[in-house]
């Protein structure tokens, strides 16, 4: 069981400090699949880094990140290198630069498999093609002796998927594993990861499309504050923040429907609610800042949407 | 007259390994003031034919006229600020050592637009960017906002023709709502046309007066209106007059250019 309680992070900088996120309370258990869902730099990808406890050197984090009952944050940077790819494993996103440049695709999939499983070169070898042919790259005994640069977009993103499953860890966290991928590649993706018996995943996305595919409970965070925490089925069917209801109505399937305004910068936090200044239900009770009103194992930092 | 009319688009990539034939008889046409989707699978030639488009590469044959004048490689003058492109990652499209403003700025030189830094403020304020987003460099912006940047920057130059290469793909939702709802907008107010590259059914039926499905590199039209997923009813009357004006004219076999000249500009995808 993953455990994040209280969770906050910020970030020293020249110009002061920056909070990217605040008091986050959640769990993970044993094969459940939690899709965190949020706009660019609401902080989603901090939550996952400081995770796998990859945030940089600038970065403080309080709070604590319990896997199976122990601290990550309390490790050893050894003991976190032994965590990591045996127990917590990574898919990274695909468009930049995850992949290194200079070393052939197949050495770099077999790399975790030597690495994490000790299996012998040859065998990583025939386990990353067949792990590459179960996202149909095509032509793999081909494709592992080339290098990233000759691969589109989507390939490459899939073919992290296959080096981030490799391991078989029993714990897997991907960051926007879908983004630029078209609906027949992401139902691959998600063929893929309900297929993992036993591993319990933390998936970074705003698919919301995937992640109802996929997702036992869905956490929503905005402006640095997890917002909903509720479990997918009641998430897609009725969800309770305002801004919730905002994604879902900006769902291409659902109306393709903005709502006005942007999410606040840093600097313009104010003691309301994060989302005051877009939502359509304010009152004058939102110039306070809202408390996490749990219900069980559900939240919502709402007065509004409050069962 | 369409304003653009694409006829028998071929295009082959060569690589010292392998060659990739892409588009092999690609037609369509675009009229003034109308979106048309180009939907199809990764890696099926649809960015190509944006490309092809827009000037940054040359197909092997076919001919493109643009307002019945045919497109000269590399494009000049009106044809080069009336064809625009945005691209699917706002975050390359930027030059990552310049501030927003000067982004603005190298436009308003290459182009000789006049704009003091109060008209910048004021035209950038309908797209939701203000001062302070000016003064940031694009890795200190979303892509969210970049995408609107984006967007804001082309319409500087009062385009006619805009390929929209999967513009809002690497977007959250709610981004991605905004910036295509915007575009809808801009649509409505300048009478820009849009070509719209996506792989999204749904997003395309939202847009699109007419969609074409790209296969084997060739395209056909796609029937109209799809069941999947759209709700909006008020678009389907205009839909009803680009079908009936929409034509295509047959090939011109003179047009072919030789592919060997060309081969040197074949790039791998």
């Known amino acids: ?307 | 007259m369409a304003l653009l009319e694409v006829v028998s688009l071929r295009k082959t990539y060569r690589t010292s390994m392998r060659r990739v034939e892409v588009l092999t008889d690609a037609s369509f046409t675009v009229e003034a003031g109308e979106t048309i989707g180009i939907l199809g699978p990764s890696g099926s030639g649809k960015s190509t034919i944006g490309q092809i488009v827009t000037g940054l590469i040359r197909a092997d044959s076919g001919t493109i006229r643009y307002r019945n004048e045919e497109l000269h490689y590399p494009l000049r003058s009106y044809q080069r600020k009336e064809i625009q492109i945005l691209f699917q990652h706002p975050e390359v499209s930027f030059n990552p050592k310049y501030r927003l403003e000067q982004g603005f700025q190298e436009i308003c030189r290459h182009y000789d637009l006049r704009m003091t830094r109060r008209e910048l403020l004021d035209y950038l304020a309908d797209f939701g960017l203000y001062r302070e987003h000016l003064e940031r460099h694009p890795i200190q912006l979303s892509g969210g906002e970049l995408q609107r940047a984006m967007v804001a920057r082309v319409m500087l130059l009062d385009p006619k023709l805009i390929v929209l290469d999967e513009p809002t793909s690497m977007l959250d939702t709610i981004s991605q709502a905004q910036v295509l709802r915007m575009l809808e907008a801009l649509q409505r107010q300048r009478q820009v046309s849009y070509l719209y590259i996506t792989h999204s059914r749904c997003l395309a039926d939202h847009l699109c007066q007419r969609i074409y499905y790209l296969d084997g590199g060739q395209l056909r039209e796609e029937p109209f209106p799809a069941e999947i997923c759209h709700q909006s009813s008020q678009k389907k009357e205009g839909r009803k007059f680009y079908h009936e004006t929409h034509h295509i004219i047959p090939a011109e076999h003179g047009a072919a250019a030789p592919a060997d000249r060309l081969r040197r500009e074949s790039q791998p995808k």
């Open chain 1, 1 to 307: 069981m993953l455990e994040i309680q209280n969770l906050t992070v910020r970030f020293q900088l020249p110009q002061g400090t920056i909070t990217a996120l605040e008091g986050v309370n959640l769990t993970l258990r044993d094969g459940e699949k939690l899709c965190v869902v949020g706009e660019s730099g609401s902080g989603k990808s901090v939550l996952m880094l400081a995770v796998l406890c990859l945030l940089p050197e600038n970065a403080c984090v309080s709070g604590s990140i319990l896997l199976d009952g122990e601290d990550l944050l309390q490790k050893s940077q050894k003991d976190l290198t032994e965590i990591r790819g045996m127990k917590l494993s990574y898919v990274p996103q695909g468009s930049g630069n995850s992949l290194n440049p200079l070393l052939r695709l197949g050495f770099q999939v077999s790399e975790s498999l030597v690495a994490h499983r000790r299996l012998p070169r040859r065998g990583a070898d025939q386990r990353s093609i067949q792990l590459l042919q179960q996202f149909h790259l095509g032509d793999e005994e081909q494709l592992v002796r080339s290098y990233p640069h000759t691969l589109s977009g989507g390939m490459r993103q899939r073919a992290l998927l296959a080096l981030g499953i490799a391991p078989e860890a029993p714990y897997l966290v991907a960051d926007e594993p879908t983004k630029g991928l078209d609906s027949d590649r992401v139902g691959l993706v998600v063929d893929c990861f309900n297929s993992l018996e036993g591993c319990s995943l933390l998936c970074v996305t705003h698919d919301l499309t995937f992640a109802q595919q996929v997702a036992d409970r869905v956490a929503i965070i905005y402006a640095g504050q997890m917002i909903e925490y509720e479990t997918a089925e009641r998430f897609f069917g009725s969800p309770r923040h305002p801004y919730s209801k905002a994604l879902l109505d900006a769902v291409p399937e659902r109306g393709l429907n903005a709502i006005p305004g942007f999410s606040p910068g840093h600097e313009d936090y104010t003691d309301a609610c994060r989302f005051y200044n877009r939502c359509p239900c304010r009152t004058a009770q939102c110039q306070t800042q809202p408390k996490d009103r749990w219900d069980g194992e559900r939240m919502v930092k709402c007065i509004y949407g409050a069962p």
